[in-house]
């Protein structure tokens, strides 16, 4: 079992910038791959970053591509995510999750099997 925590969720103007954490305890492996993902009211979870903590590996979503940045420190068992540029379609609940999908789909919510909890990332225009 992994669990997650997430936290650095909050509200900001448009332009501005936070930084998530996604704290994992238990049996945490360096075989592992942390996603980032996001769901707004009414839409579908939707990837947003992924990297792989054995090399470091990342995968963005176009959508942010260039705004965001996610990084890892595995001697905390922690992976950030960096979100700059913010923009009102920023707004969602922010989720990390742990798998082990291959490089091709790192993008898929079904290739994660630990979730955490959510933090709220609200942009106010």
């Known amino acids: 079992q992994v669990q997650l925590v997430e936290s650095g969720g909050g509200l900001v103007q448009a332009g501005g910038s936070l930084k998530l954490s996604c704290a994992a305890s238990?049996?945490?492996?360096?075989?592992?791959?942390v996603g980032w993902f996001r769901q707004a009211p009414g839409n579908e979870r939707e990837f947003v970053a992924a990297?792989?903590?054995?090399?470091?590996?990342?995968v963005y979503a176009d959508s942010v591509k260039g705004r965001f940045t996610i990084s890892r420190d595995n001697a905390k068992n922690t992976v950030y995510l960096e979100m700059n540029s913010l923009t009102p379609e920023d707004t969602a609940l922010y989720y990390c999750?742990?798998?082990?999908?291959?490089?091709?789909?790192?993008?898929?919510?079904?290739?994660?099997?630990?979730w955490g909890q959510g933090t709220q990332v609200t942009v106010s225009s």
């Open positions: 999750a742990v798998g082990q999908p291959i490089l091709s789909a790192m993008r898929r919510s079904d290739m994660y099997y630990y």
């Open positions: 238990g049996s945490t492996s360096s075989s592992h791959t």
């Open positions: 990297i792989r903590r054995s090399s470091g590996a990342t």
